[in-house]
């Protein structure tokens, strides 16, 4: 297992921060942490890595990790590569599934199917996606727009969940600042029997960019009291998990882009919620070790050393963001073709070196800009589903995650 030095350094922790737990449904976690699904990052072997840190702080693994985002149509329609991405390790419980779907009827059978196969112990469902080409056929984070369609998926998930496996329903404020949503979104997972319900603090229209409105989660809070408001958004480390916690009164915090290239921000998370002082610093041998396990791990889950590596390619930067790595090493490792090829270009890295400080900070990944939100013609002229949108819907459900 990976462990860092994590050595007690000179944080801000709120006064009279203390334990806080995460109950959805029948599960209670150590940390009110949720580990945000993210397409093509948030596999088995980066959940698992991201569980081994949470649970240096935490009596259980730090929160909840969920799987990568798969619709419903796939399951339904028994598509091998779907079911692999919801087999769950046997270290991972409870075991977390996001679906995507658009229609009922289909979201319906597909929990059914994995409550028969016995794959999963909670589900949420991704109303938050803001990619066009799922938004332009009134998917994703656009679908809340239609309040009715809404309610008949989210009622059909919970119906055929039943009281053993907790529903929560992750979505944005909405498609943007004239047509907002999260509020009656929030109400109705409520009054279906969602367990939970997450707020990305942006529209579709802003996609990753600009800060996220934590007022919003804040709203959310004060609307809905009868089930858990997660709040996501801007999260980089554990002291903004806090400070969202103590300006919303949310009930826990979603993370999304905030660790990646970074899975040891659980064991922060899990520290600074249990009132501890302790971060990880890592040194760039550590950071070399992280990355190294992380290869092991996708190793693992893919039966293929070849297809591991090249799906480790794209964390690199990541990891080492902020730190002294020459532009053609960082390069040299982005086309690793083995472990034994990593191992090579690891060790021609200077190991010694410290922790950069505020150079390995803040944002992850690419936050873009603002876009106009694709919608199909006429979308936002009502409320209601018109049969000829109802037709078309079913080409929004798309293999396409975030949120």
């Known amino acids: 297992m990976t462990t860092l030095d994590a050595a007690p350094a000179p944080v801000a922790v709120p006064d009279g921060a203390s334990r806080r737990t995460l109950t959805i449904g029948p599960h209670t976690v150590d940390t009110p942490v949720v580990l945000a699904p993210m397409a093509g990052i948030t596999n088995m072997a980066f959940r698992l890595l991201c569980r081994e840190f949470g649970a240096l702080h935490s009596q259980d693994d730090g929160g909840l990790y969920v799987s990568e985002m798969v619709t419903t149509r796939a399951l339904v329609e028994d598509h091998r590569e779907s079911w692999r991405m919801v087999t769950m390790g046997e270290r991972e419980t409870p075991r977390s599934v996001q679906l995507y779907g658009v229609d009922p009827a289909t979201v319906r059978r597909a929990v059914q199917m994995l409550r028969e196969r016995d794959v999963v112990d909670h589900i949420d469902l991704n109303f938050g996606c803001p990619v066009p080409k799922v938004t332009r056929r009134g998917g994703g984070g656009v679908l809340p727009w239609k309040t ?6 989210v009622r059909a998930a919970v119906e055929a969940a039943g009281e053993e496996v907790p529903v929560t329903v992750k979505t944005r404020i909405g498609i943007d600042d004239d047509h907002q949503t999260y509020r009656d ?3 109705i997972a409520q009054e279906v029997g969602a367990s939970a319900i997450a707020l990305h603090g942006r529209t579709v229209v802003q996609h990753y960019s600009g800060q996220a409105r934590w007022s919003a989660i804040t709203d959310l809070k004060e609307l809905v009291t009868d089930i858990p408001v997660l709040g996501n958004g801007d999260i980089w480390s554990a002291e903004d998990a806090l400070e969202m916690m103590e300006q919303t009164g949310c009930d826990g915090v979603v993370v999304g882009r905030g660790c990646q290239g970074r899975p040891w921000l659980f064991a922060d998370l899990a520290a600074g919620f249990a009132g501890k002082p302790d971060r990880i610093r890592p040194s760039m041998g550590e950071v070399a070790k992280t990355l190294r396990r992380h290869a ?3 190793v693992e889950f893919y039966e293929d050393e070849g297809r591991a590596l090249r799906d480790l390619r794209k964390h690199v930067s990541w990891y080492f963001k902020g730190y002294p790595v020459g532009g053609d090493l960082r390069h040299r490792l982005a086309t690793m073709e083995s472990l034994t090829d990593l191992d090579a270009k690891l060790s ?3 190991l010694s ?4 400080g505020a150079a390995v900070e803040g944002p992850r990944g690419r936050a873009g800009t603002p876009k106009r939100a694709m919608v199909p013609e006429g979308w936002m002229d009502t409320r209601e589903l018109g049969p000829d949108h109802a ?5 929004a459900e798309l293999d396409t995650s975030g949120g």
């Open 348 to 350: 021609e890295l200077d």
């Open 148 to 153: 009715e369609l809404f309610t008949s998926i």
């Open 391 to 395: 037709a078309r819907l079913h080409e």
């Open 296 to 298: 092991e791990l996708l």
């Open 185 to 187: 979104a929030g109400l």
């Open 353 to 356: 070196s410290p922790y950069p």
